[in-house]
């Protein structure tokens, strides 16, 4: 089997050696510019335009983010190459820990408290408790359904909205689009935290704005660990200024790295992390990948396969 990394950064070496620990028998390149040694496989992240005029030969791409906009946004990309991703892989846990952060500095008054420190001001606030904090998961992927377990399990009522309506989980109160009821405004209703997890897609794509925002009762929060696009910035920045809203936790952003003049960077109620809530580890994404290779190399099936159509 003959493979290819495509990556657009040092990670290269790094994923070339990871799965050639995992792949004996396979060669593995690294591509470059002008590297046309026809391969099998592709595996890698946001290949340039370049690359698929380099590899005709590819019988699938692997990819090794949960998102794959990288890929299909490729004006090159064959329209019939299967692309696979890697699933979970640990970056369920990573997504479970910062959420939970973020909810607990919010619930328990952390950022207040560290104010009237800094004040010399002692003087203890209302608290509150896990039932008061109905989180809202909008996506119920691989990462969306790991966080909605955590979060069940600790003990706050879980909302999840989801387009395909298959999850059936007694702890998880489902929201859904199909057959014809769309509850989306009853699951923005019904949540204090919104958690986004959904890929972008047409479908997606400026999905919250100050119109749906709006749909969150007075004091929410807002934490996007999937991408910046299903925010319209301004209306989140506008909720965040009048009141409607009360924090927002951003790891993901229209453009990264995020423009410097940009006012989520000194806004008091935003709080952000340079797209690293979950950041696919190397080893264990290595092993997943490379025993989907090998299976889809035997003609055998494999999860994780996207749907162009519905674009994840
Ligand atoms: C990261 O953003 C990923 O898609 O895995």
Not at 297 to 310: D, F, I, K, S, Y
């Amino acid at each position: 089997m003959r493979i290819v990394v495509v990556y657009g950064s040092h990670k290269a070496q790094g994923w070339r050696d990871a799965l050639g620990a995992q792949l004996r028998e396979a060669q593995i390149d690294i591509w470059q510019p002008g590297f046309t040694e026809p391969a099998d496989f592709a595996v890698g992240w946001s290949p340039p335009p370049r690359f698929f005029i380099d590899q005709p030969k590819l019988r699938a791409f692997f990819s090794t983010g949960a998102g794959v906009e990288h890929v299909l946004n490729n004006p090159n990309l064959p329209a019939e190459l299967p692309i696979i991703r890697v699933e979970d892989a640990g970056m369920g846990e990573q997504m479970v820990d910062y959420c939970r952060f973020e909810v607990l500095r919010w619930m328990q008054r952390r950022d207040e408290y560290a104010a009237q420190q800094a004040a010399g001001v002692w003087k203890p606030l209302d608290e509150s408790h896990r039932e008061q904090w109905p989180v809202g998961i909008f996506g119920l992927g691989v990462l969306g359904r790991e966080v909605a377990k955590a979060f069940a399990a600790d003990g706050y009522p879980v909302n999840a909205f989801t387009r395909s309506n298959t999850t059936r989980d007694p702890n998880v109160r489902l929201f859904s689009a199909v057959n014809g009821a769309d509850q989306f405004a009853a699951f923005m209703q019904a949540t204090r935290v919104l958690m986004i997890f959904a890929p972008l897609t047409p479908a997606t794509q400026d999905k919250f704005d100050r119109h749906t925002l709006r749909l969150l009762p007075r004091g929410a929060y807002v934490i996007n660990v999937a991408r910046g696009g299903l925010i319209v910035d301004e209306g989140l920045l506008e909720l965040l200024d009048d009141g409607h809203l009360n924090g927002a936790a951003l790891d993901v952003f229209r453009q990264e790295p995020l423009p410097a003049q940009h006012r989520y960077w000194t806004h008091p109620k935003v709080r952000m992390t340079p797209h690293t809530a979950a950041v696919t580890p190397m080893g264990p994404a290595a092993k997943q990948m490379a025993e989907k290779l090998r299976r889809y190399a035997a003609n055998q099936p494999v999860t994780g396969l996207v749907e162009r159509a519905r674009g994840y």
